[in-house]
């Protein structure tokens, strides 16, 4: 019998590249060598505090300070409020709530802040 569910298995390369990502669309980031029984590469950059590798389909915005990755989700933010950012500071490196630097009351109300944002091309949104 065949399972009529079945998943499509990209390479992380491919996936990246996908214009339509449906929800049977998943990707191996690793290759699996059954000869050796290791991975191919063993290892992968993480970022964000949940430790994730970099996914795609997640947007994240990047801390100025130390240059890591975040989920907006993982921060209690909607990927709305990260996108009104003019910067980004992480927990980490921001200073304790009280001890904030005098922050610039602009009123220029540019919607797109200078913020990095990170989100693969074929995820964008229509307004
Ligand atoms: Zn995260
Ligand atoms: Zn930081």
């Known amino acids: 019998?065949?399972?009529?569910?079945k998943c499509i298995v990209h390479t992380f390369k491919n996936y990246t590249k996908l214009e339509d990502?449906?929800?049977?669309?998943y990707f191996c980031r690793f290759e699996y060598k059954a000869a050796t029984g290791a991975f191919t590469p063993d290892r992968v950059a993480v970022y964000c505090k949940c430790e994730m590798p970099y996914n795609p389909d997640d947007l994240m915005v990047?801390?100025?300070?130390?240059?890591?990755?975040?989920?907006?989700?993982?921060?209690n933010m909607t990927i709305e409020q990260t996108k009104q950012l003019d910067s980004f500071t992480c927990h980490e490196c921001s200073p304790l709530d009280g001890k904030r630097p005098p922050s610039r009351t602009s009123t220029s109300g540019v919607p797109n802040g200078k913020v990095n944002l990170k989100q693969a091309q074929h995820k964008r949104q229509k307004k």
């Open 62 to 75: 990047q801390c100025e300070a130390c240059k890591d990755w975040y989920h907006p989700a993982c921060l």
């Open 1 to 5: 019998m065949r399972n009529p569910h």
């Open 21 to 25: 990502v449906g929800p049977e669309d």
